[in-house]
């Protein structure tokens, strides 16, 4: 269902239509007192009735339409759909400053989650499920481009480095690499449940990268997690893109603060 509602919750309200109790004494005079009215008297009574009655229907019309919009939204049946995440942000570039001359190489990280086939599903409110994976279908892949886009643009010291993904499945000729790094994804997944006049979505990863120092031999070690919410009025799959993007980037912006370049090498930040 759709769009309103801050990260933590979302309420939707819906304006019930109803003959205000204000206006029964209105009727009841106007009831009283027709037959003492003379004829444009009477006609004056009777518009003033009408434009209450225009505007009770009118009100009532639009929480109808309303409240069937909401239903529609919220109760339309999965049908097994699977709807592919693209997870690759806009990256702020840092203002220019030379490259480090350290030479980065990123693994494809290992997929260790127990469902490989999918990040998750939307369960409807009326019955059904629609699917969510990541475009490509190959989620270590997409894990170790987002890293890479993040370095080639912001990374440690607020600047760009020097960085190229490896081909999946090849082996790195360590010869053209300072620091190799690599993971094993645990956890990535997207999930969305519909209820009456909203939907709840949820999104979760958990890795552990490993940073190979080539010079020394030497390696660092950091497991990164985290969890997102949100609770939508309007739904949408675009709320399942963004807020896994957003877990993903709060991941790397994690191990980031964490770790440090240092003599061409990565080390723990403390």
């Known amino acids: 269902m ?21 206006c029964q004494p209105r009727y009841l005079s106007l009831i009283a007192n027709l037959g003492k009215l003379d004829p444009l008297q009477r006609w004056g009574g009777n518009r003033k009735e009408d434009d209450i009655v225009k505007q009770t229907r009118g009100r009532l019309g639009v929480g109808i339409v ?8 919220a109760g339309c049946g999965g049908t097994g759909k699977t709807f592919y995440l693209d997870l690759q942000q806009k990256q702020a570039a840092a203002q220019y400053m030379e490259p480090e001359p350290v030479r980065i190489v990123i693994e494809t990280f290992e997929d260790r989650r127990l469902e490989k086939n999918r990040l998750g599903l939307r369960t409807h409110l009326w019955g059904g499920v629609t699917y969510f994976n990541v475009a490509g279908e190959r989620a270590g892949d997409v894990i170790a481009q987002a890293l890479a886009d993040r370095l080639k643009t912001r990374g440690w010291k607020d600047q760009a480095w020097t960085v190229r993904v490896a081909s999946s499945g ?6 053209d690499a300072d620091i190799v790094i690599s993971g094993q994804l645990l956890d990535f997944s997207a999930n969305a449940k519909s209820r009456l006049f ?10 552990v ?7 020394d031999q030497s390696s660092t070690i950091r497991g ?7 609770t939508v009025v309007w739904f949408s799959e675009d709320d399942v893109q963004q807020l896994l993007a957003a877990t993903l980037k709060d991941g790397i912006d994690r191990f980031l603060d964490d770790t440090k370049i240092e003599q061409k090498a990565l080390r723990p930040a403390r």
């Not at 309303?66 to 939204?73: K, P, R, V, W």
Request: proline share 0%; hydrophobic share 40%.
């Open 66 to 73: 309303l409240t069937a919009s909401l239903l529609m939204g």
């Open 170 to 175: 090849a082996a790195t000729n360590l010869n």
């Open 198 to 207: 909203s939907t709840v979505v949820t999104t979760s990863s958990k890795m």
């Open 209 to 215: 990268i490993t940073a190979r120092n080539i010079g």
């Open 224 to 230: 990164v997690e985290g969890a997102q919410y949100d």
């Open 2 to 22: 759709g769009k309103a509602a801050s990260r933590r919750a979302g309420v939707g309200r819906v304006r019930r239509a109803t003959f205000s109790a204000s």
